[in-house]
């Protein structure tokens, strides 16, 4: 693996990105800063702590009580501080997800615990943070319609939301035309009174150990959106400031909803967000959708990776955010291959506002705010960073003077908030702002409830708005609202934030798996951010792979519902297998610099529910199949334990490399004129009992790739067929200024067409 890290930062190198060979160091770092000694310190705080299951005839395992009484062996049975026995230790017992533990230690007692049987691994926990309609129609999905030959729209399925908490009297949550739940929940409803209903069937608030009480109120906001973009109900009339105007709901409308708060505006605690994960899988949930991360570390090391990974066990579906610090490569979250890797696009809607400037040109953004009152007289421009002052150019608070009257044109970044530069704007007496983007946000442009007329615009529409401010003694401009406009051809588009791949924690396992809508999605908030309504019916556009993630999570309630017998993998397959690697044009999906997004941004493609539903084939993948997998990470057999909970010895289950496991796509690793590569994959037949498949043409840039046997001939439903690749890199592979290729293999009969994406990076001296 050691190997491959070399020369996925070779790669990124080559691709003219040097400053990420440092940034990808400084992670690299942080995980191996994990296994180096603990500091020596008193100072107390939460360590997440894995260990064996105790030996059967020794203590009950099947009993929590019995485990808790285990886990309490390893805490320190002597405390010099009197003062500290009056505080529990035990933050956390886990006993679904992971066999362990979260508590509140100095360093010195973990290094005792070390000493102890059964020990395996402790770690300090992570802050986690947040990856912070007209989606469903731009994904297929209609009122009426909803999933497959009849109406679905994810009835009897649970999906439980980590998160914010959750604003339960808002009419997305209304339990109409929504069933009872499933006889099986066993979950609690920590909010007074009749709040919880058919829909919102579950609400519990988790923070540092406190696991009653307060009832899960989102203050934030965050929770109440990403839970209506999963499963909310159909809402008429919805719209922001009169925008994005229509029914809104979610993905799986009448799936039943579990909030677990693990965050607040101070993040989310890994110990809470693993005592949620063990919580939701002894209450029932089929589906995990976290809309939050901490950037890559070791499996074994990840709280969401060993608690999803319990929740895999037991044939409940998670989704993850891929996170938001893209375009840079390797900046991904949520790893796991057991987990679904979401990123962010664009659907075919914006909120537009043009910025027209005095020399008659016209720059396409958008704004959410578009005030009526606002008119097409031209006015004074300026822009803030005219001499070099980066805090102006930025429209930090106080930073701007002289711009009574004036448009302002503000750089987006530097840490402070679109919104809060036109704070800034409007404080220091501008009337109107102009947001232009970085080189790096491209054309990647975000609806915002702003506070005073503006645009958000592209890179390129900056440099010419600036250029033109520097032709001129007396530019001017104004700002055109257009409101809703749908039919952006373009779409979908990668969004610039979203965080790319290759993967750090195992690179030849390609990530993000998929990508869904992200940018400028509707759904419901807890408050008015217009103030235009008493109504309990209030929304807000906002924007992350945050919202991407319970798209996801959503669609796979659908498929689920469709599909009860398909365990997690099978879903995430048929998600994968059949996403498109086309926009609306007919064409490759782009990125934020409007080219031919690469696999490390897309993953296998734009979800398509309606195909998903109907994959023909899927690949599937049991637990213990990871297994080897762990093995071929170099992991030990202590570190395969923390995840799995069982004992493990590589020597007898086996060793294989990680583009071994039968993963829906591709990630090669090779040298030009070195050793062919071979890999086998197993398709299951899903679809008509007899069904042939031919292997479609097959071409990748300096490349060749053999795939026997050419043609799948299946007889049974849920048959399974093996196939073998194998991959050679031709001469002068990744010598011509080309470090990587990238295409897919796809099967195609007469129905279906699954496809595997494939990337491969040439290794080379």
């Known amino acids: 693996m050691e190997n491959k890290m070399c020369v996925v930062m070779q790669i990124i190198y080559l691709l003219g990105f040097s400053f990420m060979f440092y940034m990808s160091l400084a992670v690299a770092d942080e995980k191996v800063a994990a296994l180096e000694p603990l500091a020596k310190t008193k100072s107390m705080q939460t360590y997440i702590v894995w260990v064996e299951k105790p030996v059967s005839d020794l203590i009950a395992q099947s009993e929590h009580e019995d485990l808790g009484s285990w886990y309490q062996t390893f805490l320190p049975q002597t405390i010099a501080n009197s003062n500290q026995l009056e505080k529990p230790r035990m933050v956390y017992a886990y006993h679904n997800v992971a066999t362990g533990f979260a508590a509140k230690l100095t360093a010195e007692e973990v290094e005792e615990m070390e000493k102890k049987d059964g020990f395996i691994s402790a770690h300090p926990e992570r802050n986690l943070q947040l990856h912070t309609t007209r989606s469903p129609n731009f994904l297929g999905l209609q009122q009426g319609m909803g999933l497959g030959k009849g109406p679905n729209y994810g009835e009897g399925v649970i999906i439980g939301i980590l998160d914010s908490g959750i604003f339960p009297d808002h009419p997305s949550f209304s339990d109409e035309g929504v069933p009872p739940p499933p006889a099986k929940w066993k979950g609690k409803c920590d909010f007074s009174g009749t709040v919880c209903n058919n829909k919102l069937i579950g609400a519990r608030s988790f923070n540092g150990g406190k696991t009653t009480g307060g009832p899960p109120v989102d203050d934030e906001g965050h929770g109440t959106h990403t839970s209506s973009t999963a499963g909310g109900n159909f809402v008429k009339g919805a719209s922001v400031f009169g925008m994005a105007n229509g029914t809104a709901t979610g993905m799986a409308p009448h799936a039943h909803l579990a909030m677990y708060k693990v965050c607040s505006d101070e993040g989310c605690s890994e110990s809470d967000i693993i005592a949620a994960m063990d919580t939701a899988v002894d209450d029932g949930v ?11 570390a070791y499996f074994y090391a990840d709280g969401i990776a060993v608690g999803a990974f319990g929740a895999i066990q037991k ?32 659907i075919d809607r914006n909120i537009r506002a043009t910025a027209k400037l005095g020399n008659g040109q016209e720059y396409d953004g958008e704004s959410l705010f578009q005030p009526k009152d606002f008119g097409s007289k031209l006015l004074p421009l300026v822009y803030a960073g005219a001499h070099s002052n980066d805090s102006s150019a930025l429209c930090d608070v106080w930073s701007l003077k002289n711009v009574e009257g004036k448009v302002v044109v503000c750089e987006v970044g530097g840490g402070i908030g679109r919104i809060a530069k036109g704070v800034e704007v409007k404080r220091a007496g501008g009337v109107a702002m102009i947001l232009v983007n970085p080189d790096f946000a491209g054309y990647t442009t975000i609806a915002d409830a702003h506070v005073l007329p503006a645009t958000h615009v592209s890179y390129a529409a900056g440099v010419s708005i600036k250029s033109y401010i520097n032709s ?26 979203s965080s790319r791949g290759p993967s750090l924690a195992s690179p030849a396992i390609l990530k993000p798996d998929i990508i869904g809508p992200g940018v400028s999605i509707l759904a419901a908030w807890p408050f008015s951010v217009d103030n235009a309504t008493e109504s309990k019916a209030t929304f807000d556009i906002i924007s992350g792979t945050s919202m991407s993630c319970p798209h996801l999570s959503g669609i796979a309630a659908l498929l689920k519902s469709s599909h009860p017998d398909w365990s997690p993998a099978a879903i995430k397959s048929a998600m994968m297998t059949t996403a498109d690697v086309l926009n609306l044009a007919g064409s490759a999906i782009l990125d934020q610099t409007l080219l031919a997004a690469d696999l490390f941004a897309i993953g296998a493609g734009h979800v398509n529910p309606s195909k998903a539903n109907d994959p023909g084939l899927i690949y599937d993948i049991q637990p213990e199949d990871y297994i080897p997998y762990l093995c071929g990470l170099n992991y030990t057999s202590e570190q395969i334990a923390a995840i799995t909970q069982q004992k493990v010895k590589c020597s007898k289950v086996g060793v294989i490399p990680e583009a071994q496991l039968n993963y829906p796509t591709f990630c090669i690793y090779i040298e030009s004129g070195g050793e062919p590569q071979n890999y086998t994959r197993t398709l299951t037949n899903v679809g008509p009992a007899n069904s042939t498949y031919e292997l479609a043409p097959l071409r990748l840039h300096k490349m060749d790739i053999t795939v026997l046997p050419e043609v799948l001939t299946f007889t049974e439903i849920n048959q399974k067929l093996t196939y073998r690749v194998v991959f050679a890199a031709q001469d002068g592979a990744g010598k011509d200024g080309i470090p990587f290729s990238q295409g897919y293999l796809s099967w195609v009969s007469h129905q279906h067409s699954v496809n595997s994406q494939i990337s491969v990076v040439f290794d080379y001296e």
């Not at 089929?286 to 890559?296: A, F, H, K, P, R």
């Not at 530019?475 to 779409?491: E, M, N, R």
């Open 472 to 497: 001129t003694s007396t530019p001017t401009a104004t700002i055109l609202f257009k409101g809703t406009v749908i039919g952006d051809q373009l779409a979908p588009k990668v969004a610039f934030f």
């Open 315 to 346: 044939g409940i579906f998670v989704s993850c955010s891929a996170g938001n610090d893209g375009p840079d490569y390797m900046t991904l979250s949520n790893e796991a291959p057991w987990i679904l890797t979401v990123g962010a696009s664009t």
């Open 286 to 296: 089929d589906v995990l959708s976290l809309s939050l991360g901490g950037g890559s």
